[in-house]
């Protein structure tokens, strides 16, 4: 029974638990529907609920004021709400993935989900976010079940075919430029790349097989190493070289000279003025870093709070 009920767990056969919800991370019906909709205590992937803001949210292509909108204006506006939202969360982890759902539907509209490499730094992020704003209104922030979202997405949306338009119950995915998601994703995951050990992603057989490899080429080298000690150990020049280096008049030429009290003394304050001095630098740069940063964050974004 327990494996039945975990094969058809987040399906249509599933009675209890709301399959669009497991999906989407999303439901039209809200609170008021019949299934459950179990939101998990920790997950690589967070939703920001409405954040995005389109210029056509009433008529598309056509403004507030009943202005048609240009449609490079429209893709302009949304990239630059990307370019904002991906540096922001950045400084909280890893992101393998941004998506920002094109729907209409008031479950959906201007829904976005990040999915991080870690939980911990999706984690981040929701300490990060909660209790702050964007562009003047508050930011929504929770765990989401989603992790496939291949299985999230309109597939026929992706091919032009889909007849429910904005209405639709699958993701509507907003794509943005090719140039700006290289700059992006490659900037990101060069940044962190640098930091991290290149054997963590390799796989057990990679391992097994760099193992063997290097056990099998230690072996040799030993064999190697012992057989240059031996030849070296019992050849005249080394045998002389030896003696001639452990005469007592070596080790006497070779003796460090003992520094008095009061050379000492001078060393020891020129080494913590030297250091004085270098923090005194490093505190004068980091303030100057601190409140470049602040400027540029108060003038270029719109996160704040």
Known sequence: MAEHLASIFGTEKDRVNCPFYFKIGACRHGDRCSRLHTKP??????????????????????????????????????????????????KCGDIESLNVCDNLADHMVGNVYVQFREEEHAANAVRNLTGRFYAGRPIIVDFSPVTDFREATCRQYEENTCNR????????????????????????????????????????????????????YDDRDHHHESHRRKHRSTSPEHSRGRSRSQSPRGRKDHSPVREGSEE???????????????????????????????GHMQNGSKFHG
Not at 180 to 207: A, G, I, N
Not at 281 to 292: F, P
């Open 41 to 90: 205590s920790i997950s690589p992937t967070i939703l920001l609920s409405n954040m995005y803001q389109r210029p056509d949210m009433i008529t598309p292509a056509v403004d507030p004021h009943g202005n048609p909108i240009d449609p490079h204006k429209i893709q302009d506006h949304f990239e630059e709400f990307y370019e904002d939202l991906f540096q922001e969360l950045s």
């Open 165 to 216: 338009g904005g209405y639709c119950n699958f993701m509507h995915l907003k794509k943005i430029g090719r140039d700006l998601r290289r700059q992006l994703f490659r900037r990101h995951h060069t940044r962190h790349s640098r930091s991290r050990s290149p054997y963590r992603h390799q796989s057990h057989e990679e391992k097994s097989h760099r193992g063997h490899s290097s056990r099998r």
């Open 264 to 294: 000492r003394r001078a060393r020891i304050e020129q080494w913590n003025k030297e250091r004085e001095e270098q923090e005194h630098a490093c505190k004068v740069d980091s303030e100057v870093t601190n409140n470049g940063y602040n």
